[in-house]
């Protein structure tokens, strides 16, 4: 919600959605929100790929919606580990 604040600061109107699952998405309500708006942000607490934006991204599309979607999570990449323990 700060993030609105911010935002508003700036001019920017933002419409907040906290979803409690992605499955099933709720499209009732994501996708006339997304084609008023005519862009979504998302924030995911995993990984970007196959997420929340992702799965509007798709859903969008398939409902014929072309909105811009930006994702901000965890990138899809490898992440380093330590070495196990040798003795």
């Known amino acids: 919600m700060q993030v609105t604040v911010i935002l508003s600061e700036h001019g920017i109107e933002a419409t907040i959605i906290n979803p409690h699952f992605v499955k099933p998405l709720d499209t009732e309500l994501i996708l006339p929100l997304a084609k008023k708006i005519g862009r979504v942000v998302t924030s995911e607490e995993g990984c970007v790929m196959g997420g929340f934006g992702s799965a509007i991204a798709k859903a969008s599309l398939n ?8 994702r901000f999570g965890v ?3 490898l992440v380093d580990r330590a070495e196990p323990n040798k003795s």
């Not at 409902?63 to 930006?70: E, M, N, Q, R, Y």
Request: glycine share 0%; charged share 25%; no cysteine.
């Open 75 to 77: 990138p899809d990449v």
């Open 63 to 70: 409902a014929d919606i072309l909105v811009s979607v930006k």
